[in-house]
Every structure is written in C-alpha cells, then in structure tokens.
C-alpha cells in the first residue's frame, strides 16, 4: 500500500499562473519533504517541515511555498511558475536517522 | 558545499552477472548512509541503509560497504536482473542534528540479456 501518495502525477500549467502539488503520508512522520529533480538529475531538497516547523533552503527561490494544514498533509505551491520550473516534484516523509519514504512524485509541465 | 557523488554516471552490466555502484562522498561528518533505487517514472525507492560504525550490511542480493578512511561507500547486487535497470542514487544523512537528506548524481544501470 502507498505510503506516500501525490496527486496529481502529471500536472500542466501556463506560464505564470499558479499551481497546488499535494502531498499525504499515512505513517504518520513528524516530517515531511519537498523535493525538486529535473531530468536525469538527482533530487533537490526544497524545503521541509518538522512538525509545523517549516525549514526552508537557502537557494529555494521565493516563488516556491508550501503549507502543512496537519501531520497528514502537505502542498507545495508555485506562485508564478516559469519553463525552467518543470521538474518532478517528490514528496517525502521520514523520522531522524532513518530512511526517507518517497512518493511517485508530479510531473510538472509549464507550457 | 559538501556533497555525495558517484563516480561513474552509467553502468551496463550483463544478466546474471554482479553490479558494483560506487560512490565518494566529502563530509566526515555524515553517519548514515543510504541506497536508493529509482525506475523511470517513480519516486526513489530506499534499498538499503548502513551507519557510520559498520563497515558492511547485507540485504536480499544487495550488499552495501563503507569505508571511513577513503570516504567511499559502494553497492553491490548479485545476480544481477532485468529488474535491476534503474538509475541508483546514495544519500547521506549527517546524523541526529540534520535529517535531511543530500544525494549523489546518480549511476544509471542497464542490465544487458
């Protein structure tokens, strides 16, 4: 069973208009993750949650948010999203000192 | 930054035969490591994981080593299947006071028939 699941997993959007990526985890992890990867790259930590604590990285532009209503849940959110914007997008949920578990990720298309 | 990389980007490896997936990473500080397998289309899959006080973890035809003194971690499948074709990642986590995660470039492996 899906432990990590992500709707939608393939999303269009236009230039510039904004875009929800969500993210539920049924193990219920203090933490959860947002990941960037483009193509044959390796995944890129965008930010983070512990708990309600939101961590962001340093190089994360501005125009990426991401909000985390309660443990189960959480969206990432592309205000304004650009063609160098598309990407899979990966959630992710973990504790300390253990492995992440992964979801099957979005599919980001700006046209 | 301090970073985990890989040494080779692709690896094409007849069924049947073993795979060897090496990986160097900089920070002396990282304790644990991980494995991680990802198939066209799906997100990484955690294979296998091993902390700094081991030196070798054995899993279903997977074997991960570390070696500390060369700041070198390698993965090992045996018998190597069709399933197997997949791009590999490690990742290292720097221990109790940073649980994110930072991953190498990736090897991608194509098992020949």
């Known amino acids: 069973d899906a432990m990590v699941i992500q709707n939608p997993r393939y999303q269009v959007t236009q230039f510039g208009k904004p875009v929800t990526l969500s993210c539920s985890q049924t193990?219920?992890?203090?933490?959860m993750y947002w990941y960037q990867q483009k193509s044959s790259q390796a995944p890129k930590l965008l930010f983070h949650?512990?708990?309600?604590?939101?961590?962001n990285e340093a190089d994360t532009p501005d125009n990426f948010q991401s909000r985390r209503p309660n443990t189960s849940f959480c969206f990432l959110d592309i205000r304004s999203p650009g063609l160098g914007d598309a990407a899979m997008y990966l959630c992710?949920?973990?504790?300390?000192?253990?492995?992440?578990?992964f979801g099957n990720g979005t599919r980001l298309t700006v046209t | 930054g301090e970073s985990v990389g890989l040494h080779l980007p692709t690896l094409s490896v007849q069924e049947g035969d073993n795979s060897i997936i090496n990986c160097a990473y900089s920070?002396?500080?990282?304790?644990?490591f991980i494995w991680y397998k990802q198939e066209s289309g799906k997100g990484p899959q955690f294979i296998i994981d091993?902390?700094?006080?081991?030196d070798k973890r054995q899993g279903q035809r997977v074997t991960v080593l570390l070696n500390k003194t060369v700041k070198h971690l390698s993965l090992q499948i045996a018998a190597t299947q069709p399933g197997d074709s997949a791009v590999y990642f490690c990742?290292?986590?720097?221990?109790?006071?940073?649980?994110?995660?930072?991953f190498g470039a990736g090897t991608t492996v194509t098992v020949r028939a």
């Open positions: 992710a949920t973990g504790g300390i000192g253990s492995p992440l578990h």
């Open positions: 193990l219920n992890h203090n933490v």
């Open positions: 949650y512990y708990d309600k604590d939101f961590n």
């Open positions: 920070n002396s500080a990282s304790d644990y």
């Open positions: 091993i902390r700094s006080n081991m």
């Open positions: 990742a290292e986590n720097k221990g109790s006071n940073d649980y994110k995660l930072s």
